[in-house]
């Protein structure tokens, strides 16, 4: 069986299971956030449940809408501290600890071979460390904290070979960016993506996240890569001790795609669909308004840091907003400690608290009619970040912080890289 | 499934639309913790700024392929039911859309084929039960495959809630656990 297929079967009790068989299983964890958090409890009250079916395999985070920007946005705040007292849920993290799908696996909740469930698409990400993880609406979110179960329909899978070593200035979101123009915004629809191949062995976990983070841009239920010992070390790191987990050898998938890294371009995908994906070259030289470094997708260390390796020592273009979102409190830390920040910061960059920041569309960061972003986000949709006549291009640290620097889309890999040494 | 569902029929007008038809065309991010009603008023006003006020109950959106995809908001098909929209026919809808929709009770219906058979206000008739989509103008239909029974049984309950609310009665009447969804 596939990862898909061994974890489902796993949590419906099955032997085995198929792909197109519909399975009821039981979920391992499931995560709320502030925007769908207050629906969900008023669903769960309104069918006439009172308690959660396992308070300890429930996490609530407030980061869709931090520092609540409006009085209704505290008032769902509000409301949802009330929730949480009263189901008396043990692991709430408050507004400014950080993005749902950061804060999971940094705290060590996700492990290999978990099914996971959350209130929010990108739920995918945590398909990094071996998890079946996926995004649900809210009201089949308050069926699963009553009941601990869900229906699920098992995927067929694709397997997905990397290969290669990316060049300087390329990274992975190059490579899933690639992927979606490849296949398409649907050609994963309803299937899981399984991750495989020589180039996973130098591949962090970080990596993994941005690349699972984004399967769902696909289509995709699941995005999974195998826990090796890059992923047991990671929990281990976090106190957890965890045994590697993959596919049987013998499992079947649908169809095999292999992405050579080493022939990779930096990719932009263009407004307003993820899987309009250019070369740079394509889309150099326009000019951009604002700069996003952040997000779910592409806001962790290694992320700023790449970042910082083109604007430390120098500025941002004046006629460009540079704004940086840590994907969480620890992110924030880490790269203060280590300078990565403060040389964001001296280049001209807007911090943002650690959460979505403007990505979902929200706030902090918004775009008026005609203006132009590049940002290291997953979506571009018209709309997605305030006005729909706005244009989003979504593409790597790297891309972006160049771009940037010369206040129009600029290929990374023509720009000498700045004052490494000054990171700690 | 009942046969009040299978032989559930939709009819209204047509509103066509292209491929990849957004949550956040249907329910823009920057108005996410707003009321329904002021959040409706924005469906998808970015590509066709009538919907929202012009559209009836019962009509049908028509759309192309990859309807829906995008967040897990689940009030991006709630928008769509609020408006008295029908039913959604596309060639393909995004995964976490159709199970919002089965949810909380909106009917779908996964058709190839039928945006060519339509134009923007023909009137046209959704056979749920037989997955058939009807031009009420041309008399062209067209078929689609119908939802696996799971999911048809789902909508037929009107989502989800009314199994969670069986569920918390038979808990209170202390007939123990039973599974709606069963397996």
């Known amino acids: ?424 | 499934m009942s046969s009040a569902e299978a032989s559930h029929v939709v009819r209204g007008r047509a509103w066509v639309f292209g491929d990849d038809i957004s949550t956040d065309l249907l329910d823009p991010g920057q108005y996410a913790i707003a009321p329904l009603q002021e959040r409706v008023r924005h469906t998808l006003e970015a590509v066709d700024p009538r919907f929202a006020s012009q559209v009836r109950p019962g009509d049908v959106l028509v759309a192309g392929r990859n309807f829906g995809c995008g967040s897990s908001r689940e009030t991006a098909a709630e928008a769509l039911r609020s408006l008295g929209v029908g039913c959604v026919v596309a060639e393909s809808l995004a995964r976490i859309f159709l199970r919002n929709a089965v949810a909380i009770g909106l009917p779908v219906l996964v058709c190839p084929g039928a945006r060519e058979t339509v134009r923007e206000g023909d009137p046209v008739e959704v056979d749920l039960g037989s997955a058939r989509v009807t031009n009420l103008r041309t008399g062209r239909a067209v078929r689609g495959s119908p939802l696996p029974p799971l999911m048809r049984e789902i909508l037929a309950a009107g989502g989800m809630l009314p199994l969670l609310r069986r569920l918390a009665a038979e808990a209170a009447e202390g007939r123990g656990w039973v599974d709606d969804l069963g397996s």
């Open chain 1, 1 to 424: 069986m596939t990862m898909a297929e061994k974890i489902l079967a796993r949590a419906a009790g099955r032997e085995e299971v198929a792909p197109g068989e519909f399975v009821v299983a039981s979920v391992d964890l499931a995560m709320v956030h502030d925007i769908f958090a207050t629906r969900v409890f008023s669903l769960l009250r309104s069918a006439g449940f009172r308690r959660v079916w396992d308070r300890t395999r429930v996490v609530a985070v407030i980061d869709h809408l931090v520092p609540a920007p409006t009085a209704a946005a505290a008032a769902v705040h509000q409301q949802m501290r009330r929730d949480v007292a009263e189901f008396a849920l043990t692991r709430f993290y408050d507004a400014g600890t950080g993005i749902c799908h950061q804060l999971l696996p940094e705290r060590g909740y996700v492990h290999p071979g978990m099914l996971l469930v959350g209130t929010d698409s990108h739920t995918t990400t945590h398909g990094a460390l071996g998890a079946a993880a996926t995004g649900i609406g809210t009201t089949e979110m308050a069926y699963v904290l009553a009941t601990g179960r869900l229906w699920f329909r098992v995927p067929e899978t694709i397997r997905v070979v990397l290969t290669g070593a990316p060049a300087s200035g390329v990274g992975w979101k190059d490579a899933i960016l690639h992927l979606a123009g490849r296949i398409g915004s649907d050609g994963a629809q309803y299937r899981a993506l399984e991750f495989a191949g020589p180039a996973l062995a130098g591949m962090g976990v970080g990596g993994r996240m941005t690349v699972a983070n984004m399967a769902v841009e696909l289509g995709a239920k699941f995005g999974i890569f195998p826990a090796d010992a890059v992923a047991v070390d990671y929990l281990a790191e976090r106190g957890v001790e965890v045994l590697p987990f993959g596919p049987d050898p013998d499992a079947l998938y649908q169809e095999t795609l292999t992405v050579d890294l080493s022939d990779l371009e930096p990719q932009v995908a263009l407004p307003h669909a993820v899987d309009r994906v250019r070369p740079v070259s394509a889309v150099a030289h326009l000019p951009v308004d604002q700069a996003f470094i952040g997000s779910c997708t592409n806001g962790r260390v290694e992320d700023l840091e790449e970042a910082a390796r083109y604007l430390a020592g120098r500025h941002v273009h004046p006629n460009t907003r540079l704004i940086v979102a840590p994907a969480s409190r620890a992110v924030e830390q880490e790269a203060m400690e280590r300078g990565i920040l403060p040389a964001l910061l001296l280049a001209g960059a807007l911090l943002l608290p650690p959460g979505c920041g403007p990505c979902f569309g929200g706030h902090q960061g918004l775009l008026a009619p005609g203006e132009r972003c590049i940002g290291t986000h997953n979506r571009n949709f018209a709309g997605r970040m305030g006005s729909p006549q706005a244009e989003i291009y979504l593409a790597s640290p790297a891309t972006v912080a160049a771009s940037a620097l010369y206040g129009r889309i600029t290929d990374p890999r023509t720009v000498e890289r700045s004052v490494g040494h000054v990171l700690r």
